[in-house]
């Protein structure tokens, strides 16, 4: 069993950031030559972000769903701004990536894909992390103990 660290903490961040959250469903299967290709597209564009820091992504994490099969990548961004920048760039995979979807599947539904962005003003988001590794926004910032926190969600987004 791997030493998890115990205790109450929270992330820390005083500047504004972005979540986007990303992630495709298969909704045929048997179609697998169709969204494997789809789902190769990803790991490419992970490897770039996570190997240039000045892209603006602070941290993601991922997560499957057997059945229907789907994934999820929820993502810190500096700004939307770096987000933008790195989903138009010509130089970067997404751009090919999504044209490919385009031409691969288009509206044929064999798979879905999908995003949602929110701007996250400094200091508004809450996060409690109990008996838990770094994870999530307190992975893609920093992690501080929880020691003399509010108590409640509501007491400490109030501050």
Excluded: C
């Amino acid at each position: 069993m791997t030493n998890l660290p115990t205790g109450r903490f929270t992330a820390h961040t005083d500047e504004p950031f972005v979540v986007f959250l990303i992630g495709m469903r298969v909704n045929r299967f048997r179609a697998l030559r169709t969204w494997s290709t789809v789902a190769k597209a990803m790991p490419p564009m992970m490897e770039s972000l996570m190997t240039h820091p000045e892209s603006g992504l602070l941290g993601a994490e991922t997560f499957f769903r057997l059945w229907p099969l789907t994934t999820i990548t929820v993502s810190y961004w500096r700004s939307f701004e770096h987000l933008e920048r790195f989903a138009r760039a010509t130089d970067e995979p997404h751009l090919e990536a999504w044209r490919n979807f385009n031409r691969l599947v288009g509206s044929d539904g064999t798979v879905g894909v999908w995003h949602e962005t929110y701007p996250v003003p400094a200091g508004g988001f809450e996060t409690i992390y109990a008996n838990m590794p770094a994870f999530g926004l307190g992975k893609a910032t920093s992690r501080v103990p929880a020691v003399g926190r509010r108590e409640t969600a509501r007491q400490r987004l109030d501050g």
